[in-house]
Every structure is written in C-alpha cells, then in structure tokens.
C-alpha cells in the first residue's frame, strides 16, 4: 500500500515569496491533515479536512496560508507572502477517519522550507 | 489550549542502559497516541493506549496509560542505535490530535 506522497522534499525561498506544497493520501483515507514543525518540536495542525470540507482550521494563519482539498482527495496548502518564521517542515498526514475518535494518523514525509 | 509536556526534552544514553520518557497534562484525553519520528521522515505511529491505567508492550518498548488518563509514560529496556529518534505522545481532543513537546533520544553504541 502506499504511503502518503509530499512534494516538493525540500524548498528554499526569500521571504515575502510564495510557496504551494502538495499532498497525496492513502487511497480511501477520508481525513486529511497539514502540519507545521519548528525543528525539534511536535507538529502543530494547520488544518484539519474531512473530505472536501474543512473540520479545524482554528490554527491557519488565514491572512497569509490557505488549503484546499478539491475532490477530497489530493491537497495543496500555500503561503503567501512568506515570512522567516515559517520557515519549518510542512507534514501531511492521513487517517480513516473516525466518527467519535482520533484513529492512527500516517504521515508523508514532509516538506523542509527554508524562508531567506 | 490543552498542552502535552513532555520530559526529558533531550536524553542521550549508552547502548544497552533502560531509559523513561513522561507526558504529561492538566487535562483529560480519550485515548493517547505515540510516535517515533527519524530525521528527514514523519512520525510513525508506535502504540494506541486507550484505557485508564493500561499497560501496552511493543518489543522492548513498555507504554504506560495514566489511571486519570492525563498522563502516560515510554519505558525502553536495554537501548539500541536504532532506537534513536524524537519520541512524540499526541493526545486525542474528539476529532484531533494535540502532540506533545517531544523527546530527543540519541543512543550510543
């Protein structure tokens, strides 16, 4: 079975530039999720997708990140403009998506942004 | 905002020592998750405890569930290199995950 895809792997830009990551679930995984990692932390979630809808996006700052999940499967999350503090490892992540708890999530295997 | 501290923040032992790892909370979580995370990858799910007081073991991995499941703990016996990552409890909120501050293990041969 495979994994969830992320590309790119690695991005570097200046800050005030724009950047589009991309995500690919495990087939039939109806949950969707974007994280943001500060190196050697736990990942905070930018936004939660349940389907095509959006279940949590509590945490997105909306004034510069948005996501979208067009047909409820693959996913594109973008900043713009960017700033240095986030710079920081984008990870996605999918589950199966239960009704009254959290089941196991899996992880791509992120995206490393580097913001000059 | 619900917050999982974790301790230690970094723990760097020999090839063969036992070592512990806490998380902890001021607030109530349904079930609680652990992770290991390896440079460059994501976080691989480990174990799911659910019930308060449970006791789950993987291997040499040993998970903790606190009675008032606000808390938990990851027992390792006898370390080995490959063990090596950044340990992550996540809590279940209802429908998402609130991770935990990590854990830095390195362990030497």
């Known amino acids: 079975e495979a994994g969830v895809a992320q590309s790119p792997r690695y991005k570097i830009i200046e800050k005030r530039q724009s950047v589009a990551f991309w995500c690919n679930p495990i087939s039939g995984h109806a949950t969707l999720y974007w994280y943001q990692q500060i190196l050697g932390q736990g990942p905070k979630l930018l936004i939660q997708f349940q389907n095509n809808g959006v279940v949590d996006d509590s945490q997105l700052p909306k004034d510069r990140f948005s996501a979208e999940r067009l047909k409820g499967v693959d996913s594109t999350l973008k900043i713009q403009p960017a700033k240095l503090e986030d710079s920081a490892v984008y990870l996605c992540?999918?589950?199966?998506?239960?009704?009254?708890?959290?089941?196991?999530?899996?992880f791509g295997p992120g995206t490393r942004l580097t913001v000059l | 905002t619900q917050l999982l501290e974790q301790s230690p923040q970094f723990l760097s032992i020999q090839e063969g020592e036992n070592l512990t790892v806490y998380c902890n909370s001021s607030?109530?979580?349904?079930?609680l998750q652990w992770y290991r995370q390896e440079p460059g990858e994501g976080p691989v799910l480990l174990v799911t405890?659910?019930?308060?007081?449970e006791v789950k073991k993987l291997k040499r991995l040993t998970f903790q569930f606190g009675d008032a499941r606000k808390d938990s703990s990851l027992h390792i016996t006898a370390a080995q290199p490959g063990d090596t990552g950044l340990y992550l409890c996540?809590?279940?909120?209802?429908?998402?995950?609130?991770f935990g501050t990590g854990t830095r293990l390195q362990v030497f041969p």
């Open positions: 996540a809590g279940d909120d209802t429908d998402k995950l609130i």
């Open positions: 607030s109530v979580f349904s079930s």
């Open positions: 992540a999918s589950s199966l998506g239960h009704v009254l708890a959290v089941g196991a999530q899996y």
């Open positions: 405890v659910v019930t308060g007081g």
